[in-house]
Nanobody
């Protein structure tokens, strides 16, 4: 069974940084493209970023470009989301998930395959 576990969330001030981690158990993360999506209370789920199976190709939602960076650590079987210059509107529960692809257009309507329990990110003064 595919299991993903997110960690690294927390409370930060605007302009702060966090690094989220997505660790996999019982399977190799490089079997899938991996993406992050978030969901804030009362709002629809929105994709944030993704990275292809092989790692070199990434995509980002326009509102996080230049602030967030997604990466893979093959040895640790982990995907990271480095978030900088955080804004209050980034507040949400963040989930990592498996996907069948990774491009901006694909992610606009993609359905995640497997995802974890999420990690809360709160940005406020």
């Amino acid at each position: 069974q595919v299991q993903l576990e997110e960690s690294g969330g927390g409370l930060v001030h605007p302009g702060g940084s966090l690094r989220l981690s997505c660790a996999a158990s019982r399977f190799a993360l490089d079997r899938y493209a991996i993406g992050w999506f978030r969901q804030a209370p009362g709002k629809e789920r929105e994709w944030v970023s993704c990275i292809t199976r092989t790692g070199p190709i990434t995509a980002y939602k326009d509102s996080v470009k230049g602030r967030f960076t997604i990466s893979r650590d093959w040895d640790k079987n982990t995907v990271y989301l480095q978030m900088s210059s955080l804004k209050p509107e980034d507040t949400a529960v963040y989930y990592c998930a498996t996907y069948d692809g990774c491009t901006s257009s694909f992610m606009m309507s993609a359905t995640p395959g497997y995802w974890g329990q999420g990690t809360q990110v709160t940005v406020r003064s």
